[in-house]
């Protein structure tokens, strides 16, 4: 055994990578697998990545999510949420996407359905206790840009019907019939501009709602989420607060090596 017993059981619980061939990299003998490939000492590299869990965990609340609010503010003109919470983060500074991120991103991009349940099975546990913690009226989904015949966010809403709570109908809507995905976007302005005339509250039912929970997947420039709480809101909403998958918080060496 390289680790310690109980750094060795952490890494199988926390690490998860994807090589160049699409094999799975998993727990402590991923790990170490990943580690080689980089020419990196294992023990060393293990040391620097539980330095940064711990931090992270440090910084989750009870529900395990991250709040995001501060940070979040920072990318846009106007919040037009009033909290935002990431079920973890996104990059673990050089060792890049983190377990969620890298079951979520090739979930999406290879329609696996097992890693989509997978990454689904991490965030509903944390969204179930935030769900009940905060007493939602509704929820609402960000609509998607792209149809795929694995839809992590469709699959997602199904999951959620446990929970019991009215979905607010969002749709996106291209007039000119051309999808284009916030991702391919370059810049913040076009971000702002897809999100403000692609997206539209289509739910006659919205104004009863006070509280409502707008649930995305990944979290870039803010635009998709911030945008549309504010469509929320001027159908008379009066509290929309963000959750995500992941996304980024100030995570530097700096606060890591404060631990």
């Not at 727990?27 to 330095?51: L, M, S, T």
Request: proline share 3%.
């Amino acid at each position: 055994m390289i680790f310690p017993y109980e750094q060795h059981v952490l890494l199988d619980t926390i690490f998860l990578k994807f090589d160049a061939t699409g094999k799975q990299l998993e727990g402590a003998q991923g790990f170490v697998a990943w580690c080689h490939e980089r020419g990196f000492d294992p023990k060393e590299k293990a040391k620097a990545y539980i330095a940064i869990d711990r931090h992270i965990q440090k910084e989750m609340d009870s529900c395990g999510l991250l709040e995001a609010t501060a940070q979040f503010k920072k990318h846009v003109e106007k919040m037009y949420l009033d909290k935002v919470y990431y079920a973890d983060q996104y990059k673990w500074m050089e060792f890049g996407r983190g377990k969620l991120a890298e079951l979520t991103f090739y979930g999406k991009q290879s329609q696996n359905y097992e890693l989509l349940m997978r990454s689904i099975g991490i965030i509903k546990r944390k969204l179930s206790c935030y769900v009940h913690r905060e007493q939602f009226d509704a929820l609402a989904i960000v609509p998607w840009s792209i149809k795929r015949t694995n839809q992590l966010l469709h699959i997602l809403k199904q999951e959620l019907a446990s929970f019991n709570l009215p979905f607010i109908n969002i749709i996106k809507y291209y007039p000119h019939q051309i999808p284009i995905p916030q991702k391919t976007l370059k810049t913040r302005e076009q971000r702002l501009k897809n999100a403000k005339e692609t997206i539209f509250v289509d739910d006659q039912h919205v104004a009863q709602y006070k509280k409502v929970l707008l649930i995305d997947d990944f979290v870039g420039s803010g635009s998709t989420l911030n945008e549309t709480a504010w469509k929320l809101k001027a159908e008379g909403v009066e509290k929309v607060e963000g959750f995500a998958f992941v996304g980024n918080t100030n995570l530097t060496y700096e606060v890591i090596w404060e631990i």
